[in-house]
């Protein structure tokens, strides 16, 4: 089994900056993506930043994503965030392999609160 954790969640006040850190832990071979999703009350989850497919254009020159292949952790830096980036971040491993030849599956974490405040 594959567990994803989310850490680094919380308030922060318009303008300011938060670092979301997802550490993928399990028997893993490899992973072909990792994603960040948000969520906010009434909305639908939406993509917010991919390892492969870049940013959504909400936060394009604002947030940015990167991952340590080497430790199955993938980043966001969030800065001059808004009241509007308010939201449940979910980090998300898509396509991920537990051996050379096995099938591949997404997995998800549980989710971290982010509030700005204005």
């Known amino acids: 089994q594959v567990q994803l954790v989310e850490s680094g969640g919380g308030l922060v006040q318009a303008g300011g900056s938060l670092r979301l850190s997802c550490a993928a832990s399990?028997?893993?071979?490899?992973?072909?993506?990792m994603n960040w999703y948000r969520q906010a009350p009434g909305k639908q989850r939406e993509l917010v930043a991919g390892s492969a497919v870049g940013y959504a254009d909400s936060v394009k020159g604002r947030f940015t994503i990167f991952r340590d292949n080497a430790k199955n952790m993938v980043y966001l830096q969030m800065n001059s965030l808004k009241p509007e980036d308010t939201a449940v971040y979910y980090c998300n491993a898509a396509g991920v392999a537990q051996r050379w030849d096995g099938a591949r599956m997404d997995y998800w974490g549980q989710g971290i609160q982010v509030t700005v405040s204005s």
């Open positions: 399990g028997t893993i071979f490899s992973i072909n993506a």
